[in-house]
């Protein structure tokens, strides 16, 4: 069913930092392996050796210049399903292929019901939805809900496979819909945001934003060089000797 | 949004096929139009015809064509499911008035209310059809007050001229069905000028600083995530220069406004059958139009996704 479940048990979502996120691509790539496997398989590629390389992925990294008043910084910015609470990516769908899990939150599709009429699509204001050309259906996230469940993988490896694989833990997973959680924790000690708020999607996933400047560094704009105070003693000796 | 095609065409002929089948189940149902056998089975012909070709051509959008029945039943949550359900469901009294009407050549009584059921029917599809794209939040274009009104209007206006065509061509025109296309063409113009001065006007608070997160100053993209178009810019990220689209604006109206509102005045005035002509060539003239008011509607469109990418 499309219509949404009037809760969910758990809000499982991931929590992105982007003061740490180095922009490596790292998640992609492995998002990429594990997904062309899994839930949705196959993650299709159309002509990527040619000249107009283009395919599915779940997720995507960007890059931002963030210009404030205090000057300008670079964030790279992982974009994937945010798994919101009240997902028109889900409603709109006539299928029924698209649906929210009453017991985690995961937003899922079943591609044996998706006709692939591309609504859904454009209902998501966050383009986390790519249309598979190759397959014929809508493919997204699943929040690699054959990992975090998978006995057959060590425990420590039931996380999904971008959070695994970042080397800064910029990623973060877990429950965020329970405040004691540590991902919540840290939504919480860092101010995370939620992206487009103003549309009412309601996203599970946060972002924390890059913290703030620290006044401790040399300022970049300071004067190649500047005077300095005469040093004494032997080192003294050797700045006047040198500066002779 | 990239203007498909097949959903082009989908919206522009269902809009004209309802609006026409609901003026015949209204006027050939309560004898307004008499039972003339030709006449009725042209109209029928046309109105179920434009429906049915457009609803045909709505499936060549789709990734799973053979699957099509599953949109049947979502009808609780979805727009597009709940056209789906009017679009059928219409079927049902459209036919049963078409049997009454054409072949049986009755008005009044079974036939009427089948005729004023698949009016109704006409009606709420064009409204399902409408709401999918107005309750679309992010685009802006669409998810605003003048979506609805505007396929109601359209459909009311084409179905008209349409109406007032086949009319004129059985040479059983009525001044009536002539002021009525005219006075819907006018409604129509000036719906469409609106809308075009409020989309120009719209000031939208999703931004790209909203998008990322990033709160103050100014966010510009530096890098995007690919270096080909992948599927959101080649689905959503469709843009038209800003001199075609006004050219274009000016095609509509010429095509879809103006030289109906010309001919129709024209065959108020002409002889038959050189109104019928007249009739005819304005509602060609207008379909036309109309394809290319939708494939604006459209181009014109910016889905929030495009923030991502830097074109705002």
């Given at each position: ?14 929590v ?6 180095v922009?490596?691509?790292?998640c992609?790539t492995?998002?990429?392996?594990w ?14 050796y ?11 990294v ?7 008043e205090?000057?300008?910084?670079t ?19 006539p299928t ?6 009453a ?12 006709i ?55 990623r973060?997973?877990g429950?965020?819909?329970d ?66 | ?6 959903v082009?065409?989908f ?15 209204v006027?050939?149902g ?15 012909a046309l ?39 009017a679009?059928?469901?219409t ?50 274009q ?13 459909a009311?206006?084409t179905?008209s ?32 000028l ?17 998008a990322?997160g ?6 510009r ?30 095609i509509?109206?010429?095509l ?19 109104a ?21 509607f ?15």
């Open positions: 069913m499309t219509c949404l479940p009037a809760q969910t048990d758990k809000k499982l979502g991931l992105i930092d982007l003061d740490t996120c922009g490596c691509q790292a992609v492995a998002c990429k392996e997904n062309t496997g899994g839930h949705m398989a196959p993650l299709t590629d159309v002509d990527p040619g000249g107009h390389a283009d395919g599915v992925w779940f997720n995507r960007h890059s931002y210049e963030h210009t404030t205090l000057g300008g910084r964030v790279n910015f992982p974009r994937s399903c945010l798994h919101c609470e009240t997902p028109a990516c889900v409603t709109v769908c029924g292929a698209s649906y929210k899990r017991s985690d939150g995961i937003v899922l599709v079943d591609e044996d019901k998706c692939g009429c591309k609504l859904c699509s454009w209902a998501c204001p966050y383009g986390a939805r790519e249309f598979d050309t190759d397959v014929g259906v809508m493919k997204k996230c699943t929040l690699c809900v054959d990992r975090i469940y998978n006995d057959h993988l060590a425990e420590e490896d039931r996380v999904p496979a971008c959070v695994a694989a970042c080397p800064t833990s910029a973060h997973f429950d965020l819909g405040p004691a959680s540590a991902i919540s924790q840290l939504v919480e000690e860092r101010g995370g945001v939620a992206l487009m708020p103003e549309l009412g999607y309601k996203p599970t996933n946060r972002y924390l934003p890059p913290r703030a400047r620290s006044e401790r560094a040399a300022k970049v704009d300071a004067p190649a060089l500047q005077p300095i105070k005469a040093e004494g003693g032997f080192l003294g000796w050797v700045d006047r000797m040198l500066s002779n | 949004m990239h203007p498909a095609f097949s082009v065409f919206t522009t002929a269902t809009g004209a096929g309802y609006g026409l089948l609901a003026l015949l189940g006027l050939g309560l004898g307004f139009i008499p039972a003339d056998f030709w006449l009725g089975l042209a109209g029928m109105a179920l015809g434009l429906t049915v070709a457009g609803l045909l051509s709505s499936t060549g959008h789709l990734g799973r064509p053979e699957r099509a029945w599953r949109a049947f039943s979502q009808w609780r949550s979805s727009w597009l499911s709940r056209e789906g359900v679009s059928v469901a079927f049902i009294p459209a036919t049963l008035f078409g049997v009454g009407w054409v072949f049986l050549g009755k008005s009044g009584g079974w036939v009427a209310v089948a005729g004023l059921l698949a009016a109704a029917g006409a009606v709420t599809t064009v409204c399902t059809t409408a709401m999918i794209y107005a309750s679309l939040k992010p685009i802006a669409w998810h605003s007050r003048y979506t609805l009104p505007a396929y109601l209007i359209f009311a206006m179905g001229v349409l109406a007032n065509a086949l009319l004129q061509s059985f040479s059983a025109g009525s001044s009536a069905i002539l002021e009525l296309a005219l006075l819907a063409t006018l409604a129509g113009w000036v719906w469409k609106a809308t075009w001065r409020y989309n120009d006007q719209l000031e939208i608070p999703t931004t790209a600083n909203t990322t990033l709160a103050g100053g100014t966010v993209s530096i890098e995007w995530p690919h270096t080909e178009e992948n599927y959101l810019l080649k689905e959503m990220g469709f843009r038209i220069a800003r001199k075609h689209s006004a050219k274009l604006r000016w509509t109206q010429a879809a406004f103006v030289v109906p509102i010309v001919l129709l005045i024209l065959a108020f005035m002409a002889p038959w059958p050189l019928a002509m007249a009739s005819v060539l304005a509602a060609v003239s207008q379909f036309a139009g109309m394809l290319v008011e939708r494939w604006l459209f181009a014109e469109a910016k889905h929030t996704v495009t923030l991502y990418y830097g074109r705002a």
